[in-house]
């Protein structure tokens, strides 16, 4: 073979292993599991809660981090931490945010109202059967548009909470196009 035969073999080589390795990589090398550490909703309409006229402009155009307790005490107040601590690691985001606890009669007690002022306590019932079923254990994620999204386990430990924050900073980016101000 010429040399400048093995030269031409050889770029063809260079130029196709990307799309050797690549087709290999799909077909033999799939990925475990998905990117999300949350369980997916199914996406569809959520009615809209009964805020105050004060909370309803307070959460004009928000992401809703949905808790339900009629008695918040330690679990709880646990899972209110984890929220919050979400919620401040999403730095220029956080304002996209806001964290609202609902029950029948929710009694929040005083020191829970100091640890956590930016919470949102509202008399009612979970706006669907099935975010009813799930608030019991988990932490729901309403979209601006009122569409349920996603639901985290409520018990979160360190690590838990910064994989349930990149699931909140992977929305905000996702979401940011549309909250922004046009340009013309």
């Known amino acids: 073979m010429k040399s400048t035969n093995k030269m031409?073999?050889?770029?063809?080589?260079?130029?196709?292993?990307?799309?050797?390795?690549?087709?290999?990589?799909?077909?033999?090398?799939?990925?475990?599991?998905?990117?999300?550490?949350?369980?997916?909703?199914?996406?569809q309409p959520v009615p809209k809660l009964a805020f105050s006229a004060q909370d309803a402009e307070a959460t004009k155009g928000k992401w809703l981090?949905?808790?339900?307790?009629?008695?918040?005490?330690?679990?709880c107040a646990e899972a209110l931490y984890a929220t919050r601590q979400s919620r401040t690691m999403l730095n220029k985001e956080t304002d996209r945010l806001v964290r609202v606890l609902i029950g029948s009669n929710p009694k929040v007690g005083d020191e829970v109202k100091r640890a956590h002022p930016d919470v949102i306590v509202l008399n009612a019932a979970a706006p669907t059967p099935e975010i009813?079923?799930?608030?019991?254990?988990?932490?729901?994620l309403i979209d601006p548009l009122n569409n349920q999204v996603i639901a985290w386990d409520?018990?979160?430990?360190?690590?838990?909470?910064?994989?349930?924050?990149?699931?909140?900073?992977?929305?905000?980016?996702?979401?940011k196009w549309s909250t922004e101000p046009q340009s013309r």
């Open 154 to 175: 409520r018990s979160q430990d360190v690590k838990g909470i910064k994989r349930l924050n990149g699931d909140l900073q992977r929305l905000m980016r996702a979401t």
């Open 132 to 140: 009813a079923a799930l608030l019991k254990t988990k932490t729901v």
């Open 65 to 75: 981090l949905l808790q339900q307790d009629d008695d918040c005490e330690k679990t």
């Open 8 to 43: 031409i073999l050889l770029v063809a080589l260079v130029c196709a292993a990307p799309f050797i390795s690549a087709w290999v990589a799909y077909y033999f090398f799939k990925p475990e599991g998905g990117g999300s550490y949350g369980q997916l909703l199914k996406t």
